[in-house]
């Protein structure tokens, strides 16, 4: 794909150049998660918002608001198009054909929608909140941040030049082909494309995948980017995330500890009920994943695989296998995908290191997608990633809480999270910086 970006960015109308251009732009995690909602929690009503945890960076002083609610209004008024849900209904995903439920597709084409939201500042951030039925907010999340993300890239490049664009695509160039390089020479490295939600542009993830796709062949085993995969008959990758897990066991937390303690395999439980068995990766981390693989059902050894985000990747896949083992379970026969923050360096560790032990693939985001460090022309930091996220604040108006396994990224009311640790037998570790 031949893109001049920096002819892009001097002279574009951004008016006739929206952030999100299809409601298929969007991990295909939230399409999943959508049909899971929309079938067992049709009633259930939530409110997220999105949260800056890199609090140096001052967004509201980089985006605006009206230019911010005028892309929100574009996105509530986009449609899934005919030829997008045919190739939801028709394709193969993970190997399974019509994931995707005939009376799920005639909802999303009829009835979908996105809730109301509210977006304000303070104290020079943005407050983006969402409130309504979860299925209405559930897809604002990776919309709302890739929006951010964006229109704060669109703010810093509007400062330079066209000479000093021209400088800094040619270093992003130039930082991602040496990322490139070092994959080449280990051509059974797997990686799945991550990065929509916190991207520099819209633009530069189709380039970025399109220059994998086209040097490291079967390397790119997909993206997490329904849009780009549709777009480029990629593997569409993903399965679920956080929300799943905080949003039961809000629900549950009105009854007993044990119930609330359950609440984290119960979700395990419907999904794979709603999807016949397929889909099983696990995501065990959201109330600590040593908790969490102690006190596992039987059943739960026989999922597919795990993804590991908030733990030490090399730890998490040791503890993972030795719970397979434990469980009686062939380890060599199991996935395990790291996905937090991660760079080429740290990919090619983490294969040598899970190498004829475990089939390991890496789950490449931000700084695949958006890194930009150090190559400003004027050396300057606001194009650099930040750690944007949107998180649920309430289920049915009770307060959600997320523990992870990096206390650095728990949420939720001190006197609910000192609950749920209590419940979950989870300690708060400082796990590393977060970054992005």
Request: proline fraction near 3%; aromatic fraction near 10%; charge should be neutral.
């Amino acid at each position: 794909m031949n893109v001049n970006f920096a002819e892009r960015a001097h002279n574009h109308n951004w008016r006739l150049d929206p952030i999100v251009r299809s409601l298929l732009d969007t991990d295909f995690y939230k399409l999943l998660m959508l049909q899971f909602i929309w079938k067992n929690f049709p009633d259930v009503t939530v409110t997220s918002e999105v949260v800056n945890r890199t609090q140096r960076v001052r967004l509201a002083e980089h985006v605006s608001v009206d230019a911010l609610v005028a892309q929100m209004e574009h996105v509530r008024g986009l449609r899934f198009r005919r030829s997008e849900l045919v190739w939801l209904a028709g394709n193969t995903f993970y190997g399974t054909k019509m994931i995707f439920e005939p009376a799920f597709l005639t909802w999303l084409e009829n009835d979908f929608r996105l809730s109301e939201y509210e977006v304000s500042e303070a104290d020079g951030q943005l407050k983006i909140c969402f409130r309504g039925p979860w299925t209405e907010v559930t897809m604002w999340e990776v919309y709302a941040l890739a929006l951010v993300s964006e229109m704060r890239t669109r703010s810093a490049l509007g400062r330079l030049s066209e000479m000093e664009l021209d400088v800094l695509y040619a270093r992003a160039k130039t930082k991602l082909w040496d990322k490139i390089e070092k994959l080449r020479v280990v051509p059974e490295v797997r990686i799945s494309e991550f990065g929509t939600r916190r991207r520099h542009s819209f633009l530069w993830q189709e380039y970025v995948i399109e220059a994998m796709r086209k040097t490291l062949g079967a390397t790119l085993t997909g993206s997490s980017n329904t849009f780009l995969a549709y777009k480029h008959d990629l593997e569409a990758m993903g399965t679920n995330a956080h929300e799943l897990p905080m949003a039961l066991a809000a629900i549950a937390s009105k009854g007993t500890d044990e119930e609330l303690r359950a609440s984290q395999y119960k979700v395990l439980e419907l999904w794979q009920k709603s999807y016949g068995g397929e889909l099983l990766i696990m995501l065990p981390d959201t109330f600590g994943t040593t908790q969490f693989l102690q006190g596992a059902p039987e059943w739960v050894a026989d999922w597919t695989g795990q993804r590991a985000d908030s733990k030490n990747p090399f730890v998490a896949g040791d503890e993972y296998c030795a719970w397979l083992a434990s469980r009686g379970r062939d380890a060599t026969r199991k996935r395990f995908i790291a996905s937090d923050g991660l760079d080429v360096d740290e990919i090619l560790a983490l294969h040598r290191y899970f190498k004829g032990r475990i089939r390991f693939s890496a789950g490449w985001g931000t700084l695949l997608t958006n890194d930009f460090r150090g190559c400003h022309p004027r050396g300057e930091e606001d194009l650099e990633p930040i750690s944007l996220v949107c998180k649920l604040v309430t289920v049915n108006g009770i307060a959600a809480v997320k523990l992870s396994d990096n206390a650095k990224k728990a949420t939720g009311p001190k006197e609910l999270v000192a609950r749920y640790r209590r419940v979950f037998g989870s300690a708060a570790e400082d796990g590393a910086a977060v970054v992005v």
